[in-house]
Each structure stands twice: as structure tokens, then as C-alpha cells.
């Protein structure tokens, strides 16, 4: 940045000129830059035109969709393709994507998040950005941090404790920013723990930048500054959207009185300086809609999931095929809000099954287009066609998931269940294909068909993408990136979500989805990871060696079927007998394998080190607890196939002993019991001797803090005494 410019040039930097670009500054030669909302599309606005529509681009499958694939290679391709339409419409920022834990399956927004589990989104969503910034367009990694609700989004308090915040809502925005440096990371609407995140100094400038290292902008998402001092003094570069004359006033104003370090302002200014010179090195370009288009479809395919298959109905042959449910003819493909893409084209189930099959295909709509409402007659029409047909596809979903607001049910609508009643009854081959942006309960609807396709919000291609799973072009391979309960009251964030009066207490703490309902042993119907294939895999023994890198797990996987598939290969860790809470089992590390029918794959999976660890509050870092780990290599988080134990050295973590240690923590420490051995040695005979030789009254006083001790007549331990204990165990 050239040393004439001005604080207030400095200032009017460090907000946007509209909605989607940065400010232009004459004096230094910088030109405004576009950044635009994604993050399964480029939602590009016309000039002139509808905030929430935009020029057409490719609407890929949103990320409920593409974190079920569990292929991070798809993820990269995916990202590349959007940087090459960025590039096409001279975009320089992609605003996504969002890696907020889904941490209640009532969230508005979880449409556009991965998953449950922070192994899983980080390493998808690393390969997003690094797919998009390969094309020299930046990512924007959001939302910064722990928003994971719309209920009272602009100014909710996620209130939470440092271990699940670090082990839970952070690690996977830890993996991102570390592995593939992202151009800028989007600061949260809401608090937390009562501080705004645009405003929060230990968020935005001791962990994101002193710990782990970000070298980009931060920038704040569209309206979620309050105070724009406040947030520059914190670590926000950049506030959106503009103009914000009167917040570029406050921090000229500041700095001349010296409330606000001229330098910090300064920084700011250049880390927008520095983006926009990078934008600046990109190439245009022009992209294949038709080619995207198949990308979007392959995509789609791969994240479908088999839920249920009794007697192996699916795939379909030469049978006729009543199609049932308004959402066949009019597909519900993605989320509302922010995100919403224009697309290039956009395919339907009910035309894609029509032209794969030249056996009858009836229609009937069974519900009102806007999915929540019918009568009779449309009951009655749709169980018509279904006893008329050999199959029954019924294609049912949620109404709506949209960012600014939460769900309050995880149910179908009336109209739909009652669809699913009248056609099973009318044809017991049913099958039932969902399209919804975050889970929805199954039972006990689903005892009535034999089966069911899980078809998530798929993007433009996705009913083409659901003929070629139904009709066995493409072997199902999706697997669920969150639980599916049996009912919300199940849910571990049951009783604390969404909160009330300001506040949302994460009260589960680290047993987010799955850790919840695996450490509860709670029922579910579909677990996470879990999916079905129209082929069968079999696990050989699995072995694992242990390095300063981590751990190294191999299992020979075979295809037992007659028919190629793909196998997505889990590996859970879990430590009996640790020192802290944990859930029985966590994800650490996954595979996803093309595997030929009668072929067997090695599968090699690697646990790092880091990825063990959990975060311990006394000593304020992350710590490998020392011991034997269980390790489950399995094909879900129920559906363990090989299990082997590992020992695994942990770190040195011995936590100083204190006079408010209690006598049973200084026992546990070596030279703890070696100091206090020695005391009541020399105390013999004495009341405290005969205390310590009665085993009950020991436990007893094994948590009494060493301190108290002192207080009990006729004992050894005076409080210059503990004193020199303290000294002499943390010498």
C-alpha cells in the first residue's frame, strides 16, 4: 500500500462501495473487486435485477448433498468448477464455504453445512477451497464461529465451554485455514459467549491468525457489524456491505483520539490492499454449462442415499412406474436465502424416468405444488396409478429450508404422509424418494414401504441424477453425513436448542450428533455414515501401526456382489478409561473405494496425530492422552467390521500440582506421592497416620484440597509446610 494514503482513504478501504464490491481508491491505483455468494453456485447479481435472483451459473448440490458423497476428490473437482465460473463472470471472492457443525437437525441453514462431525466437513471442505483457489479465485470459509441456528441469528449468544468450542465448532475451520489458507474467512452474525464475533479479539486475531497462522481478510458478513472500531480493534478487515460512511468517520475519528492504534487501522486497510492486488493476478475465462451440468449430475448421483431396500426392489427393470408426488414434476433442488442459483437448466425426475424405461409410466401429483397441502381427490387419483403400476415411486420432502429461520419439526408434511399411506396401501411395492435439505424423521412411515432413496436438495441435475440411481446406471454409494433419529426428543440438542432471552447454552457439550446418541446408546433409524449399495462388501482383519505421525490402519475390503460399487471405509477411534468425558467412538479418518464386483482392495487410512487429541482446560492446549485406543473400521458408526487396539504414547501433560490440588490428584502424580509418602511416614502414630491407615477414610480424604489439610488439628501439613510441598513438586 503506497505511504501517501490517507486515514481516511484507509478507513473507506476497509468497507465496500454496494453490496458486492470493495472501494475503489484512486490514489493508489486500487480497483474495486466483485465477491459474490456461493457456495454450490456462483449467484452472480444482474444489474438492476432481484437481490436473490441472479445471472444463471450452475447450481451444484448443496452441501447437505455433497458431504454425503465422502469424496473429497469430487469436492476439488467441484470447486474448480466454480472458480472457472467465477472466473467467467469476474468474480474474485466465492463466499463460501460454510463449515458450521450442524449441530441440531432443526437448523435453517444446514442445507448449505457438511455435516455433524468436524473430521468430515474440514476435510471436504479443505478440498473446496483448494479446488477454487486453484483457479486463482479466493474462498471465503464461514461463518466464523459457532453459528449453527437462525433463531435470533443477529444477535444470539452461543454460549459454550472452551473444549467442545475447540474439539467441535472450530477444529474443521482449524483444518481449513491451515491446509489451505483460504483468501478470507467470513466473521459470524452472532456472539458468543457474549461477545459478537465481529468483535471478538481471542476469535479474530489470537486463535484464527496467532495460533493457527491465517495470512487473509477477515471480513464480516453482510450486516453483522456493530461497531465498526470495535470490530477493526478485534481483527476485522473488511465490513459489508456498503457504503458505511458513517462507520469510515468513526474510525478516523477514533484514531485521532487515540482510542484506536493507527497501525491497527492500518493493517486492516492492507489486508484488503493485498486482496485485491491478488484477485488482480486471476485470468478470465469461460466455462462448459454442459459440462458442469454433468459434473453437477455425477455429483448428485454419488450423494444419494439407499436408506432401505426389502428385497432388493431397486433397482428398477422393464416394471411400470407410477410416479406419485408433486416434487417429481417440480423438484425441490435447493435451500432458500443467500444461496439461491439461478440455473443453467434444471432436471426433473418425473421426465429423466419417462425416458429411461419404455414401460408405462402414470403420473399423479398427490398434493398441491406448494407440498403442504391436498384432498382427496388427489389421494385418490395417486392411489389409482400406484395399484395400477408393478413399482410406486411417491416423491415426498420438506416444504422449505431457508437461511433466517429454523425448522420447528422434523416431520413430513400431513398431506405427504397421508400420500405415503394411500399409495402403500394401494401397491405394497413403494418406494419412497425424499428431497429435503436436512434430516427428516422416517418412523414409523417407514415400516409401510420396502423402500427408501434419501435424495437430499440436489441441485439443477438432480432428477436426472435420481433416474440413474433408480434404474441401476449409478450404484448408490451416498452415506449420511448426520444421524437420523428416531424422534426429536432424542436429538442431544433437544432441551438447549434454540434457546431464549439472548442466549443458547451448547449444553451437550462434546457429544454433538452421533457422540450423543452412541454415548446415550439411544436409537436411531439410520445412523451416521450410513448407506446402502444394490452390491455387498465384505472386511478382512484390520492392522494398525502407530508412528509419531499417528496411526496407520489397513483392511482388505472384497465386493462379494455382482455388480461394481463404491465402499466408503470408516475408521472410529474411541479411549476407554480416558481422563475426560469422551464419546464411545469418533470419526478420524475415512476412504471412499471403487471396488470391482469380486475384486478385493487394500484400503490404507492414516489417523493423525493431532486428530487424536483432545483440549485440555487446565493446561490451555491440546493433549494425546497416553493409552491403549480402540480403533473400529466399519461401514457406518454402528456397523463396526474389524476392530484392533493400539497403544498410542501420549504427550507429556502433567498438570503442576497446587496447595488446592486435592491429597487423591497429588497420589496420582509420582512426585506428588513421592512428597506426600514421606509426610505421613514421618507423621507416624500420629492422628492423620491413623487416618491414612484406614482405606475408607483415605478415599475420603483423597479429594480434600492439600490446603484444608492444615486446618485439622495435630496435622503434619501447616501451610508453610504445603507451601514447600507445592515448591518442591514443581521444581
Known sequence: MKPELSTADQAALTSGSDFWRTTAVESADLPAITVTDGPHGVRMQADGGDLLAGVPATCFPPAVASASTWDPELLRRMGEALGDECRAMDVAVLLGPGV????????????????EDPILTGVLATEWVLGLQSKGVGASLKHFAVNSQETDRMRVSADLDERPLREMYLRAFHRVVTRA?????????????????SEHHW??????????????????DWGAVVDRVAAVRAGLDLTM????????????????????????????????????????????????????????????GRAIVLLKNDGDLLPLGGQSLAVLGEFARTPRYQGGGSSQITPTRLDDALTEITNSTSATVRFAAGYSADGDTGDEALLAEAAEAAAASDVALVFVGSVHETEGADRDSLDLPAAQ??????????NPRTVVVLSNGAV???SPWEARVPAIVEGWLLGQAGGSALADVLFGRVNPSGRLAETIPVALADHPSFLDFPGEHGHVRYGEGVHVGYRGFDARGQAVSYPFGFGLSYTTFAYGTAEATASEAGVEIRVPVTNTGDRDGREVVQVYVGLPGSAVRRAPRELKAFANVPIAAGATAEVTLHVERADLAYWDTRLNRWVVEDGDYVIEVGASSRDIRATVTQRVTGDDARVPLTAESSVGEWFADPRGAE????????????????????????????????????????????????EKLVLAAND
Open 100 to 115: 458450521n457443525l450442524k449441530r441440531s437437525p432443526l437448523g435453517g441453514r444446514n442445507f448449505e453445512y457438511f455435516s
Open 181 to 197: 489458507q483460504p483468501w478470507t474467512v467470513m466473521c459470524a452474525y452472532n456472539k458468543v459467549n457474549g461477545t459478537y464475533a
Open 203 to 220: 476469535l479474530l486475531t489470537e486463535v484464527l491468525r496467532d495460533e493457527w497462522g491465517f495470512e487473509g481478510l477477515v471480513v464480516s
Open 241 to 300: 456491505p456498503g457504503p458505511d460512511a458513517a462507520g469510515d468517520r468513526a474510525l478516523v475519528d477514533a484514531v485521532a483520539a487515540g482510542t484506536l492504534d493507527g497501525g491497527v487501522l492500518g493493517t486492516a486497510a492492507q489486508r484488503v490492499h493485498n486482496l485485491v492486488l491478488k484477485a488482480g493476478t486471476r485470468e478470465s475465462g469461460s466455462y462448459d454449462a454442459a459440462a458442469h451440468h454433468a459434473l453437477a449430475r455425477e455429483i448428485a
Open 417 to 426: 404422509l397421508a400420500l405415503i399411506e394411500r399409495v402403500s396401501a394401494a
Open 440 to 442: 427428516l424423521l422416517t
Open 675 to 722: 512428597l506426600l509418602g514421606e509426610v505421613f511416614a514421618s507423621a507416624a502414630g500420629s492422628a492423620t497416620a491413623a487416618l491414612t491407615a484406614d482405606p475408607s477414610m483415605l478415599m475420603m480424604l483423597g479429594s480434600l484440597p492439600l490446603s484444608r489439610m492444615a486446618m485439622f488439628p495435630g496435622s503434619p501439613f501447616t501451610a508453610a509446610e504445603v
